[in-house]
């Protein structure tokens, strides 16, 4: 069965309680309405802020798109060195996950087979 392109094949929750989303419709979507999860971060000495990844594939089971919602992250770029603007030190470091998704994807590799 073919998933709709707006809904993901499969949704990985770090480290928060994903019942916290109950009735809030996609996990983007309540990003989207504000409902975000604070989370201090360095104040209480975290080594990353909860994360959800939302998995969307195509028709033969490949993955084209992840998609990443940092709660409580607001604007900053995560993982990014603290010297910079805009970065948050505190992870996850979305460079190392850019890197391993377009590894995964490498520009005229075989398609995936699902």
């Not at 802020?49 to 409580?72: A, N, R």
């Amino acid at each position: 069965m073919q998933a709709s392109p707006t809904v993901p094949s499969r949704v990985d929750h770090v480290g928060f309680d994903a019942s916290l989303l109950s009735g809030a419709g996609t996990v983007g979507d309540a990003c989207i309405r504000g409902r975000q999860f604070p989370c201090a971060g360095a104040a209480i000495g975290a080594k990353s802020y909860p994360y959800s990844v939302e998995h969307h594939t195509d028709s033969s089971g490949c993955s084209v798109v992840e998609f990443w919602i940092i709660h409580g992250l607001s604007h900053n770029y995560p993982g990014g060195d603290p010297r910079g603007s805009f970065t948050d030190a505190i992870g996850p470091d979305l460079t190392t996950a850019a890197w391993s998704f377009f590894q995964r994807h490498r520009l005229g590799a075989a398609p995936c087979k699902g």
